[in-house]
């Protein structure tokens, strides 16, 4: 089945915001209480046994740690901006990744967080707020309007894009925020042919612009979308483009069993999660360009 619900068999996992706690004093206060062990991958996230409900646990309410997902949390972590760095999160609300993001930077640097949706935008403060990030701009707009060109935008070098996509990939629950007007379908055939056409144009443009930032070194395009039409095929569409401007595709968490579906040469650098098997469907696409000096081709 394409949706599950929430899988009591599987592991918590949980996100230490190292913004307001350091790793290994979460694991000491959430033992109090649980079984708790460090992901062996991806730093900062803590798998809980299967079921345990920590949406009221003080370490939640406060903002130490995130209830976020192992797929989920593997999204800025392949970014791996630097603290220091300028940084754009295209699509960003919510903001779990945007605030992930903070936690690497060590709060240094600047992130600027997109987000078309108004409404959203409340949802995606309220997460900042809760982390205690300080380095982030909210901007409320459409992340295809920004011109790359302007000094504001000039010197970011990386760039999250986790578009508005069919969230084929995560339970039914959990699809809450698809649906920006201008990308998504509304008719009764929910996933159908004609909403993923349009889902994945839009995703196509986003791409095609985060590529297109003059000082931009990392880009990371990552959907909760189990289609190909969705993933393999937007970033082969763009591989062309992206190779033309100096990009590679490199390889996110390469101890990382699943890749890419084989529908094209370097599909293998691609990153999926199973909806069933790692609880949630992502796909994680890094570009990398690495002959950037200040902003300019070497
Ligand atoms: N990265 C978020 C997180 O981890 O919490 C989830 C992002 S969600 C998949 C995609 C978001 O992109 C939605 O909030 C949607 O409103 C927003 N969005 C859609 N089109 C956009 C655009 N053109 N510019 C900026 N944001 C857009």
């Given at each position: 089945a394409l949706y599950q619900t929430p899988d009591v068999s599987k592991p918590r996992y949980v996100r230490v915001n190292t913004l307001k706690m350091d790793v290994d004093s979460a694991v000491l206060e959430l033992r109090k209480q649980f079984t708790v062990q460090k992901d062996d991958?991806?730093?900062n996230l803590l798998i809980l046994p299967?079921?345990?409900?920590?949406?009221?646990h003080s370490l939640v309410t406060n903002g130490s740690v995130f209830l976020q997902g192992k797929a989920s949390s593997m999204v800025a972590a392949a970014l791996s901006p630097e603290p220091g760095w300028k940084v754009l999160?295209?699509?960003?609300?919510?903001?779990n990744k945007t605030v992930h993001l903070a936690a690497l930077m060590k709060g240094k640097g600047k992130i600027i967080a997109c987000e078309l949706n108004k409404e959203r935008v409340k949802r995606l403060e309220e997460t900042i707020r809760l982390s205690g990030a300080a380095n982030i701009e909210v901007l409320n707009g459409d992340f295809l309007k920004l011109d790359p060109k302007d000094p504001a935008y000039s010197e970011v070098r990386a760039i999250l894009l986790d578009p508005s996509c069919s969230g084929s990939g995560t339970a039914a629950n959990r699809l809450d925020h698809l649906l920006p007007s201008h990308a998504a379908g509304h008719g009764a055939?929910?996933?159908g042919s004609e909403r993923l056409n349009k889902l994945a144009a839009f995703q196509k443009k986003a791409l095609e612009h985060a590529l297109s930032f003059p000082a931009v070194e990392r880009v990371v395009y990552s959907t909760c979308s189990i289609e190909q039409i969705e993933n393999e095929d937007v970033v082969q569409s763009l591989l062309p483009l992206a190779i033309s401007y100096g990009f590679q595709l490199a390889t996110p968490?390469?101890?990382?069993h699943r890749r890419g579906l084989r529908v094209f040469d370097g599909s293998e650098h691609l990153l999926r999660t199973d909806v069933v098997e790692d609880k949630e469907g992502f796909f994680i696409a890094l570009f990398v360009r690495k002959d950037m000096v200040n902003g300019c081709k070497k």
């Open positions: 991958m991806v730093p299967p079921g345990c409900d920590l949406h009221a999160d295209a699509c960003s609300a919510p903001g055939d929910f996933n968490f390469p101890k990382w």
